[in-house]
């Protein structure tokens, strides 16, 4: 109707209602329509318009006063929504204010209408009303469903972030439009905290899908239990929820309200008949009133750092941002990404490390060992890059790398043995011995001059698949050899299922010769179980001519360490030298 004031206006020439126009015409327009004059007098309305507001056209008249009117619909329940003690002010002010308008106002019987005023020439103003309930509940909920979760009816991650902006934005004093008072004290803080849960993908593979829906609502519905009335929930996607604390007091408030959280959390759900257990670990970050450096992408970053401290260091757990942890996981990303980089376009080295024949006093033997020296960090000791190639998935390739270039170096010593360590997640896949078959072939270098190295700790875990594994290198011909015997939880029978060629004593019992009886002793009948096997038995970390010693009064057929030979590139061993002087 907008535009059409002057034809509205014209609809009350008299000429109009002789002919029994007038009516006729407004009865025909589907708004509610009404013209008043300058003096705020009623010139003409429509059935419409009584009908919108619950009154019968018999109780509106030519010339009432915008206010007898608007007291009508008041009375007839059909006034604005708002307290009786508010409506006095607004009907005094509505003559005035609402000459020119184009709003939505939703009535005290819950309908919503979309009212238009629009001047005309002697100062009154032509008015529509259209409702438009249904319009605004459908736009209602694509704007619900626009910001909140399906599954659970939570706020969803655009919600989340229009909230934490605007929450910043009161910090600082410049969200003049949210009107929530403002926490006495110097102390105010918002905390943001993600929300992982742990092992939720159990209960997805062994219960299903719809189980695990029924569990995420349940864990929802807990979560909001835990927290304010002010403080926001949000879902952000599969398991992953995101919590605002506006306000929390400081750390420990908010440390207190996510460890009633992991509490809820880690309650057993009954789904189907059966008990699914979850547990949450949480990110924190926290913005305190007086740090206006801490914008919303800054905050979540820092709560997510903290989430991946939290599910690295055990889960179930909570875990604040610090900047220390945001360094170590900024050294950690960019070298998992670097060292994918160095394996492919060869920036890692293999150094050897000889072993000696205790007997004869030669080398017969390396140990290969990968090493890696960074462009900007400089030398990387393995134990922290083996288990990054781990966490980034990979060991294999490393595995592989080291296995090639280390049976390609070795080639060309006749007589010396290569050993090998194999990780874990190796002898896990089932396509080793196929793997190992090939750079043999590829490399030329005889199967039986290669021992392959695993950890005895390896055994614990899917025992059949390791052995099956073990039985095909075993078939190739290579040698296996039990690495660090002694330090896990060693069973007798780990060596009666797998005929081992080899056992290594590990270091740690090598360090306390001369100062533990029980370490000796260990190693005397470690080395005479091995032999009483038919395996040979190599000592690790020999430092001092006194250990050396000891070792071949056990019997004990090889030994590296320090003393005899550190780890180096291609060329700094002779096969068949002796060992250093004075050993």
């Known amino acids: 109707m907008e535009g059409s004031a002057a034809a509205l206006a014209d609809l009350a020439h008299p000429a109009l209602s002789e002919l029994g126009l007038r009516d006729l015409a407004l009865d025909r327009i589907r708004q509610g329509v009404c013209v008043f004059d300058g003096n705020q007098r009623m010139l003409l309305f429509n059935r419409r318009y009584a009908e919108i507001y619950g009154l019968h056209p018999s109780q509106l008249r030519v010339g009432m006063s915008l206010r007898e009117v608007v007291d009508l619909r008041y009375a007839a329940g059909t006034g604005p929504d708002m307290p009786a003690e508010h ?16 709003t939505g106002v939703t009535l005290r019987d819950g309908r919503v209408l979309a009212i238009h005023h629009e001047p005309i020439p002697g100062g009154g103003w032509v008015s529509t009303h259209e409702d438009i309930t249904e319009q605004s509940r459908a736009e209602a909920h694509v704007r619900h469903m626009a910001h909140h979760d399906a599954l659970t009816g939570l706020p969803n991650r655009v919600l989340f972030a229009d909230r934490l902006e605007r929450t910043l934005r009161r910090m600082t004093g410049e969200g003049l439009e949210d ?10 803080q918002a905390a943001v905290c993600f929300l992982d849960l742990d092992h939720f993908k159990d209960v997805n593979d062994t219960l299903g899908h719809a189980a695990g829906d029924e569990l995420l609502r349940v864990i929802a519905q807990r979560i909001r239990g835990c927290l304010g009335p002010d403080d926001l929930l949000a879902r952000l996607g599969g398991d992953e929820f995101a919590i605002l604390l506006d306000p929390v007091p400081g750390r420990d408030a908010a440390a207190a309200a996510m460890e009633r959280v992991i509490a809820a959390v880690a309650s057993p759900v009954l789904l189907g008949g059966a008990d699914a ?57 960019s070298l998992q990404a670097d060292l994918n980089h160095a394996i492919l376009n060869g920036g890692l080295h293999v150094h050897l490390q000889p072993l000696f024949h205790l007997l004869t006093g030669r080398c017969d ?61 190796q002898v896990r896949q089932p396509g080793l011995p196929r793997l190992v078959a090939a750079t043999l072939a590829e490399t030329g270098l005889p199967a039986d001059r290669l021992e392959l190295e695993i950890t005895e700790t390896l055994l614990l875990q899917d025992t059949d698949a390791v052995v099956d594994t073990l039985d095909g290198l075993r078939r190739l011909g290579v040698g296996v050899v039990l690495d660090d015997f002694g330090t896990g939880f ?78 180096g590139l291609e060329g700094t061993f002779m096969a068949g030298a002796g060992m250093p002087a004075g050993c």
Not at 301 to 317: C, F, H, M, P, V
Request: hydrophobic share 45%; aromatic share 8%; with cysteine.
């Open 490 to 567: 060693s069973s007798l029978g780990y060596l009666n299922r797998f005929p081992f060629t080899k056992v290594k004593v590990d270091r740690s019992f090598v360090a306390q010769i001369g100062e533990s009886p029980a370490a000796g002793a260990i190693i005397q009948a470690v080395v005479a179980l091995g032999h009483s096997l038919a395996m040979s038995v190599t000592a690790e970390g020999v430092e001092t001519p006194e250990q050396l010693a000891f070792l071949r009064r056990a019997g004990c057929d090889h030994a590296q360490g320090y003393l005899l030979g550190r780890p």
């Open 179 to 188: 009107h929530r008072p403002t926490p006495p004290g110097q102390g105010w």
């Open 365 to 425: 033997g390396v140990e290969a060992l990968a090493r890696w020296t960074h462009p900007s960090h400089g030398a990387v000791p393995p134990s922290e890059f083996i288990p990054l190639a781990e966490e980034a998935g990979l060991i294999g390739q490393l595995g592989a790398w080291v296995l090639h270039a280390a049976c390609r170096q070795a080639v060309d010593w006749p007589g010396v043995r290569l050993a090998v360590n194999l990780s874990s997640e």
């Open 87 to 102: 409506y006095a002010a607004w009907r005094d002010r509505i003559g005035v204010a609402d000459r020119v308008l184009n």
């Open 277 to 333: 257990r979850v547990g949450a670990s949480i990110g924190v970050a926290l913005r305190s009133s007086w740090d206006p450096a801490a914008e919303p992408a800054l905050l979540l970053r820092q709560a997510d750092i903290a989430l991946y401290r939290a599910k690295s260091e055990g889960r179930n757990t909570v875990r604040f941002f610090d900047a220390a942890a945001s360094r170590r996981l900024h050294r950690r990303t």
